[in-house]
């Protein structure tokens, strides 16, 4: 069986973005959210992907269509819980919500089936991506927790890009590769100023906590990753990218994870898998559709990305 990535998207969104061209209305339908997009994004890599999700309502049997896609295998569980969805505006190039709806929540029984379709996925293949879902009422923290921990008390690597509840709750888990931003940090009150010092401490306690390699999203300002013990042996290193004139902000840190994920599991050096990650990010904001580019673009720009350590 070849190197693989299981993603875990609770609740995909139905994205309909309205674009000009040449004056006319442009519309756009597409599958979206943080895991669908980071699952994208490793697949384009050339990583296998098994996706697990829910889809119910009528948002749910569009995205059934939409989901499907060269290298990414699905596992559903068809649920009364509707999936969520939006509508937004770029005409005039900024993005305009036109209307929003979140997830609805998924009953017990829902919850059950994803979670034992997930691990009897994550044991097989060996590592988990897990995401966020859409809404805070999709399903509970606790959830992440014991999903964390089950996979890898049996042999699962996890891989994590959340925040708040969850975060805390994957941590028990012991993910191999953790990545937040430096807003949620502050929203966590994990960190109390986005000075790099700071943000560092945050990085450390994360580690101490369980989690391997930390990496932390500052938007424009350079990343920054604690690397595992037997890596580096504990050091911080800032990853410096090639400067893009942006299209589309939103996705470039779930890019970045999905990016050193996949590099991760084909079993490249963690310095690389940082570069390229950094590349997938850099590469995503200069596209309007998030989770996208080219492998080969992918690559160009990862010769480009700088690792700089980090002294305070």
């Given at each position: 069986?070849?190197?693989?990535?299981?993603?875990?998207?609770?609740?995909?969104?139905?994205?309909?973005?309205?674009?000009?061209?040449?004056?006319?209305?442009?519309?756009?339908?597409?599958?979206?959210?943080?895991?669908?997009?980071?699952?994208?994004?490793?697949?384009?890599?050339?990583?296998?992907?098994?996706?697990?999700?829910?889809?119910?309502?009528?948002?749910?049997?569009?995205?059934?269509?939409?989901?499907?896609?060269?290298?990414?295998?699905?596992?559903?569980?068809?649920?009364?819980?509707?999936?969520?969805?939006?509508?937004?505006?770029?005409?005039?190039?900024?993005?305009?919500?036109?209307?929003?709806?979140?997830?609805?929540?998924?009953?017990r029984h829902e919850q059950?089936?994803?979670?034992?379709?997930?691990?009897?996925?994550?044991?097989?293949?060996?590592?988990?991506?897990?995401?966020?879902?859409?809404?805070?009422q999709v399903i509970p923290?606790?959830?992440?927790?014991?999903?964390?921990?089950?996979?890898?008390?049996?042999?699962?690597?996890?891989?994590?890009?959340?925040?708040?509840?969850?975060?805390?709750a994957v941590l028990e888990?012991?993910?191999?590769?953790?990545?937040?931003?430096?807003?949620?940090?502050?929203?966590?009150?994990?960190?109390?100023?986005?000075?790099?010092?700071?943000?560092?401490?945050?990085?450390?306690?994360?580690?101490?906590?369980?989690?391997?390699?930390?990496?932390?999203?500052?938007?424009?300002?350079?990343?920054?990753?604690?690397?595992?013990?037997?890596?580096?042996?504990?050091?911080?290193?800032?990853?410096?990218?090639?400067?893009?004139?942006?299209?589309?902000?939103?996705?470039?840190?779930?890019?970045?994870?999905?990016?050193?994920?996949?590099?991760?599991?084909?079993?490249?050096?963690?310095?690389?898998?940082?570069?390229?990650?950094?590349?997938?990010?850099?590469?995503?904001?200069?596209?309007?559709?998030?989770?996208?580019?080219?492998?080969?673009?992918?690559?160009?720009?990862?010769?480009?990305?700088?690792?700089?350590?980090?002294?305070?």
């Amino acid at each position: 069986m070849p190197p693989s990535v299981v993603v875990f998207a609770p609740s995909p969104l139905l994205t309909v973005t309205i674009e000009d061209r040449a004056g006319v209305p442009d519309i756009h339908v597409h599958a979206g959210g943080q895991a669908v997009w980071q699952a994208r994004m490793i697949s384009t890599l050339g990583v296998p992907v098994v996706l697990c999700t829910t889809l119910g309502g009528e948002t749910g049997d569009v995205l059934g269509h939409l989901l499907p896609s060269e290298g990414v295998e699905l596992r559903v569980v068809h649920v009364d819980s509707r999936n969520g969805g939006y509508v937004h505006d770029r005409r005039d190039g900024d993005r305009e919500p036109i209307a929003e709806a979140p997830g609805a929540p998924l009953d017990r029984h829902e919850q059950d089936a994803l979670y034992e379709m997930m691990l009897r996925e994550g044991i097989t293949h060996g590592t988990a991506l897990l995401g966020g879902p859409n809404s805070d009422q999709v399903i509970p923290a606790t959830l992440y927790a014991r999903l964390a921990t089950d996979l890898s008390r049996n042999g699962c690597r996890v891989a994590a890009d959340l925040a708040g509840e969850r975060l805390d709750a994957v941590l028990e888990g012991n993910p191999f590769v953790l990545k937040v931003s430096h807003e949620e940090l502050l929203a966590d009150g994990r960190a109390d100023s986005d000075d790099p010092d700071a943000l560092v401490a945050a990085m450390h306690q994360l580690r101490s906590e369980g989690a391997g390699l930390v990496i932390v999203s500052r938007a424009a300002e350079p990343a920054l990753a604690l690397l595992p013990d037997g890596d580096g042996d504990g050091a911080v290193l800032e990853i410096r990218v090639p400067e893009l004139k942006p299209a589309e902000t939103r996705g470039a840190g779930d890019s970045m994870t999905a990016g050193v994920v996949a590099s991760l599991v084909r079993g490249e050096p963690v310095r690389d898998a940082l570069r390229t990650g950094a590349a997938c990010g850099a590469l995503n904001v200069v596209r309007r559709g998030l989770g996208t580019g080219g492998e080969d673009a992918i690559r160009t720009l990862a010769e480009r990305v700088e690792l700089v350590e980090w002294k305070n």
